[in-house]
């Protein structure tokens, strides 16, 4: 069966464009929401289950503003996709980076060395309640980047809406980039390979 032509309708809870992309480019419609989470609220000291953890408050956060009942009734089921990612330097957890002057330092942190994403991805069938989910993890090497490179970066604003400031695809920074350990996709926040592998999972 055609992905496009899916006996069921999928909702992406994030307001991420890069997820929104990779979605699309899997060939899936689908609509959005958004979970207005506290996320520094939730802490773990292990990556991946942070992740997780904050994938699930986005989707409990969702599923509190949806009239779930409607779904039960549905001939077809809809699945809720969450997904949250933190980028790991040298064993610490990075988020968002609250600030330019953070986000720079960041950057000229991973110059020359190495940094990983840790990524989410849950779904929620809204039918049946089943829920699945896993982490996927990226290991990212780089070249020394140059200072009024990262000034750039920084300038445009866009490091602060990513996990470690750590935004590979963009034109600016990808030329420094040496070598990916795993997805692309899975740097940008949402594994192709394991949503599809989740979506399957929970039908």
């Known amino acids: 069966m055609e992905p496009g032509t899916s006996s069921y309708k999928i909702i992406l809870g994030s307001s991420s464009i890069a997820r929104r992309k990779i979605l699309s480019q899997m060939g899936y419609q689908f609509t959005l929401m958004t979970a207005d989470i506290d996320e520094k609220?939730?802490?773990k000291e292990i990556p991946e289950e942070l992740v997780m953890a904050l994938a699930e408050a986005k989707a409990e956060a969702i599923l509190q503003r949806l009239p779930v009942g409607d779904y039960l009734k549905d001939a077809e089921p809809t699945l809720l996709i969450t997904s949250d990612q933190v980028v790991v330097y040298e064993g610490v957890i990075r988020e968002k980076?609250?600030?330019?002057?953070e986000a720079?330092?960041?950057l000229k942190d991973y110059s020359g060395r190495k940094a990983a994403t840790v990524g989410s991805v849950l779904?929620?069938?809204?039918k049946t309640g089943l829920r699945?989910?896993?982490s996927d993890r990226v290991e990212i090497h780089f070249n020394e980047i140059p200072d009024?490179?990262?000034e750039k970066l920084v300038d445009?604003?866009?490091?602060?809406?990513v996990a470690g400031g750590l935004i590979i695809e963009h034109p600016l920074i990808f030329p420094y980039v040496k070598d990916v350990v795993g997805t692309i996709d899975s740097v940008m926040g949402l594994p192709k390979d394991l949503t599809e592998k989740l979506l399957k999972a929970v039908l």
């Open 97 to 101: 980076p609250s600030n330019k002057q």
């Open 41 to 43: 609220s939730i802490r």
């Open 123 to 126: 779904v929620t069938n809204l």
């Open 148 to 150: 009024e490179i990262i």
């Open 104 to 106: 720079r330092q960041f």
């Open 156 to 161: 445009e604003g866009i490091t602060l809406n």
């Open 132 to 134: 699945k989910g896993d």
